[in-house]
T-cell receptor, first 112, second 116 residues
Framework: AQRVTQPEKLLSVFKGAPVELKCNYS??????LFWYVQYSRQRLQLLLR??SRESIKGFTADLNKGETSFHLKKPFAQEEDSAMYYC??????????????FGTGTRLTVIP | GAVVSQHPSWVICKSGTSVKIECRSL??????MFWYRQFPKQSLMLMAT?????????EQGVEKDKFLINHASLTLSTLTVTSAHPEDSSFYIC????????????FGQGTRLTVV
């Protein structure tokens, strides 16, 4: 069964410090992984996906299949990065169904 | 990005009545829609996945007769909470995506359901 684990519920860092939000997954097939972000009073939105290998707002995430991890990193945190971050896994099945599972989320607070 | 609209944003209903929540993709065809439930200070719990024109796939532990999902068109999916009870009070969120792999899911603003 698939599972997404975000071990840290809360994470506080100082402005300018590096930040890493951890995500580990469990999935029998070939997963597609995403990071979604929810800013205060806004809806969830996609931050980045592992397929794209892109950097969004200075954030990057590398899929490590050996460690089954997809940690989100940013070298220098900004105050506007304060938000709730969710790691998500998109699973596909032979039946044609799919599902999008979320981790429990990490609330990042960047201290000025 | 694409827009997904949920309606209503909040609803209060009496115990025993049914409530319908709509999820619309406004500017794209949503071949897949996901319905989530979120308890206070907790993550989104996937309830079911619906693909246009076919029956929804429910996650384990979710009663399909309690939470009726219809995805009759490429722009609309509905979740009906039947015979609602206070324990059904929660925040319900839908998301929609296009067909295929590696597609972004766009989220609605959520619906706060309170059953009294």
């Amino acid at each position: 069964a698939q599972r997404v684990t975000q071990p840290e519920k809360l994470l506080s860092v100082f402005k300018g410090a590096p930040v890493e939000l951890k995500c580990n997954y469990s999935y029998s097939g070939s997963p597609e992984l995403f990071w979604y972000v929810q800013y205060s009073r806004q809806r969830l939105q996609l931050l980045l996906r592992h397929i794209s290998r892109e950097s969004i707002k200075g954030f990057t995430a590398d899929l490590n299949k050996g460690e089954t991890s997809f940690h989100l990193k940013k070298p220098f945190a900004q105050e506007e990065d304060s938000a709730m971050y969710y790691c998500a896994l998109l699973g596909f099945y032979q039946t044609g169904a799919n599902n999008l599972f979320f981790g429990t989320g990490t609330r990042l607070t960047v201290i000025p | 990005g694409a827009v997904v609209s949920q309606h209503p944003s909040w609803v209060i209903c009496k115990s025993g009545t049914s409530v319908k929540i709509e999820c619309r993709s406004l500017d794209f065809q949503a071949t897949t829609m996901f319905w989530y439930r979120q308890f206070p200070k907790q993550s989104l719990m996937l309830m079911a996945t619906s693909n246009e024109g076919s029956k929804a796939t429910y996650e384990q532990g979710v009663e399909k007769d309690k939470f009726l999902i219809n995805h009759a068109s490429l722009t609309l999916s509905t979740l009906t909470v039947t015979s609602a009870h206070p324990e059904d009070s929660s925040f319900y969120i839908c998301s929609a995506s296009n067909r295929g792999r590696n597609t972004e899911a766009f989220f609605g603003q959520g619906t706060r359901l309170t059953v009294v």
